[in-house]
């Protein structure tokens, strides 16, 4: 039998245990960034066609989203989380025989079933841990897991810059032959197939507590229509400029630091210094959710949108290093978007909050949509200039923070306040 939430000494246990999950989503989607340089090298693709990566990938939360949101109402957060897991798995497997086959579309086909397994995973655990202690904690709280996501999202490029980029430059160079290269992926990814095989067993053999949603309050979950609430409507749209924005500048920074005229850096360095945006994200949920025990987060999100803002503008007007050290800097200011405009867009809904979450889910294809724009760009205007386009999702994100987010009820204000 699963024990009840009410005891705080299994909160600690669950988020533990929650932690390991955000990390490992993290990781496999940061290892995307290092897929763009090396497939596009491998198969000679334009930047559209290299966009295709991360629009396979970001694709599957659009069209699993909701689906994956009514699973995880039918069967729970436990066992939606147990089946996410295999299903990343199954998919992280499929990179050996697309990798012998050398063909591009079964690694996109791929990448597709392995962002259906974490759809799952990001639609079960977010409203977990937003649910899983004080309301007026929630977005501390989940800025604080998702900080381990941030640290997989560092530990990814390293990785992969040694495992895929550096080992798959050598055999092609050795011996000429692309296929050669596509194969640098098979070890990687079926050691990542094991290890969420590994953390399902642990899931299914550990007893998370049940989350027993409050009653709505102040009539603001008695409507039928999740679509009623503007504030989470809005965040929707923020979810998908914040991932569409944070997925192309991760996309294409490998490949702008390589550039004579910014860095002139070989890929798999340039990997390196990709670890170094994301551990940004990293080291900014960490501050992000202790400050935000003091400031609003929608204040704190519309602060760090304008930050990011000013920071691509300075990057496209000045260009050279310190374009690359302003697109890096982003990461930093990235750090508490996604989970902050998770929490608020999920305030108050109640009984609602595990559709709620499948719909804000759906809006990570932001990171197919986006991306593909951008390489448009980046064909046609230059790849420094084509920065632009995650520069106009900033702005949105900056109108989410400071007025989209807002709850239209008093009570919800006050408590957002906190």
């Known amino acids: 039998m699963q024990q009840s939430v009410e005891k705080p000494v299994k909160h600690t246990r669950a988020l533990i245990v929650l932690t390991s999950l955000f990390f490992m989503w993290g990781l496999i989607t940061s290892l995307n960034d290092i897929l763009v340089p090396h497939l596009k090298a491998v198969f000679t693709l334009s ?20 689906p994956a949101g009514r699973l995880v109402e039918r069967i729970g957060y436990k066992s939606g989380i147990i089946a996410g897991l295999l299903t990343a798995g199954v998919g992280c497997t499929l990179f050996y025989p697309a990798a012998s086959a050398h063909s591009y579309p079964f690694f996109l086909a791929a990448l597709f079933i392995l962002a259906s397994g974490i759809t799952v995973l990001q639609v079960a655990a977010n409203p977990y841990v937003n649910v899983l202690g004080d309301p007026a904690t929630a977005a501390s709280r989940l800025n604080l897991t998702q900080a381990f996501n941030a640290l997989g999202t560092t530990v990814g490029p390293l990785v992969g810059s040694v495992t895929i980029l550096a080992i798959g430059v050598g055999a092609a160079s050795q011996l000429g032959d692309s296929s050669s290269a596509a194969d640098s992926v098979k070890v990687p990814y079926l050691v990542l197939a094991a290890l969420l095989g590994a953390i399902a067993v642990a899931i299914a053999l550990f007893r998370l507590p049940t989350i027993s949603h409050q009653a709505p309050k102040d009539g ?4 039928n229509s999740i679509f009623a609430h503007r504030h989470l409507v809005l965040g929707v749209i923020g979810i998908f400029a914040y ?51 003091y400031i609003r987060p929608g204040r704190m999100l519309a602060f760090n949108a304008v ?49 709620g979450s499948g719909l804000l889910c759906m809006g990570i294809v932001g990171g197919a949509i986006v991306p593909l724009v951008q390489g448009y760009f980046a064909d046609n205007i230059g790849l420094l200039a084509s920065f632009a386009v995650p520069m106009v999702c900033y702005l949105y994100i900056f109108f989410y923070g400071g007025w989209g987010s807002r709850v239209n009820t008093a009570a919800s204000h006050n408590k957002k306040a906190h």
């Open 47 to 66: 930047y559209v066609q290299a966009s295709m990566i991360q629009f396979s990938f970001f694709t599957a939360y659009f069209i699993m989203s909701f």
């Open 220 to 223: 603001i979950s008695k409507t």
């Open 243 to 293: 991932v569409g924005a944070e997925v192309s500048i991760g996309s294409y920074l490998v490949s702008l630091m390589g550039q004579p005229d910014i860095a002139g850096l070989s890929s798999h360095v340039a990997g390196k210094y990709l670890a170094l945006y994301w551990s940004g994200a990293m080291i900014g949920r960490f501050i992000g959710s202790a400050l935000m025990q």
């Open 307 to 355: 930050v990011n803002t000013l920071l691509i503008a300075a990057a496209i007007t000045l260009g050279g290093h310190i374009a690359m050290w302003a697109l890096i800097l982003m990461g930093l200011f990235n750090s508490i978007m996604f989970p902050t405009i998770f929490s608020l867009a999920l305030e108050g809904l109640g009984s609602h909050t595990g559709k």
